[in-house]
């Protein structure tokens, strides 16, 4: 079985963010999947999503039940009591 057939290409992408884009290690694992692709000038080989997938999404991470919907939400952006 073949890198690319099992997953990620490691070797391929630390070949093209180390040596072809030139960026420091610590910059390289740093960045996401999607910010190395845009750099890479592959960000447009990455479909949209769909309704589908995005149905999908939502039933895999649904929302916090109503009684919890702040829960682990700040809107007051740490904002000190009564702010």
Known sequence: MTARARGIDWRGLMQAGLHGLRLEPAV???LTPVELRIM???EGL???LTRAR??????AF????????NAGYRNDAGAAPGA
């Open 28 to 30: 390289f694992w740093r």
């Open 54 to 59: 995005l149905a999908e999404l939502v039933a």
């Open 62 to 69: 649904p929302d916090a039940a109503k009684e919890d919907c």
């Open 46 to 48: 990455v479909p949209p």
């Open 40 to 42: 890479l000038g592959r």
